[in-house]
């Protein structure tokens, strides 16, 4: 082994630990590495928590395990890869479901990745579960139109007074 072979070994152990801790520490955002097929390669803790799979019970397998029973009937899996091969981005806002079989509204992002000589082809995914900021979001706009509804339903002038009686 030459000195140069050490270096480049050490170097790639480097870079390995590194992406490995990024991809672990995006504690909101499932991450995970998909091949050219849609198999699993990487999978984050974050994916881990929000999905409840663990990534040995992942790794091998077509991310369709996400998707309801309608959607992969449907070929929905395929048709987010087909979109990301073709433009380069896949985005949405849909449902996906966990192992205990829950689903939640999933902010999902496919980007592919153009392997060379060194690294494959594949996708990188992100999802992150907005169910609760989407309710948030309804519950805000359900308040506005009610206020909207009350204020226009207001026979006359519509004054606003503070505690101290200000207007």
């Known amino acids: 082994i030459t000195t140069s072979q050490i270096r480049e070994a050490l170097q790639a152990r480097v870079v390995d630990e590194e992406l490995s801790l990024l991809v672990d520490i995006a504690e909101n955002f499932a991450l995970c590495m998909l091949d050219d097929e849609g198999k699993v390669t990487i999978w984050n803790s974050s994916a881990e928590r929000l999905c409840g799979w ?6 091998g397998k077509h991310f369709e395990f996400m998707f309801e029973e309608g959607d992969r009937r449907h070929g929905k899996p395929a048709r987010e890869l087909d979109i990301a091969r ?3 981005t896949f985005h949405d806002r849909c449902w996906r ?3 205990d079989g829950e689903r939640f509204l999933a902010d999902v992002t496919i980007s592919r990745v153009e392997g060379d ?3 494959p082809s594949g996708f990188g995914q992100i999802v992150r579960d907005v169910t609760e900021e989407d ?3 309804r519950s805000l706009e359900a308040s506005a139109v009610l206020l909207r509804a009350i204020i226009e339903t ?3 002038a519509l004054v606003v007074i503070d505690e101290q009686g200000v207007i």
């Open 54 to 59: 663990n990534e040995d019970e992942v790794i």
């Open 86 to 88: 073709s433009t380069g």
């Open 97 to 99: 479901i966990g192992k």
């Open 117 to 119: 000589e060194l690294l």
């Open 135 to 137: 309710a948030q979001a």
């Open 154 to 156: 207001v026979p006359d």
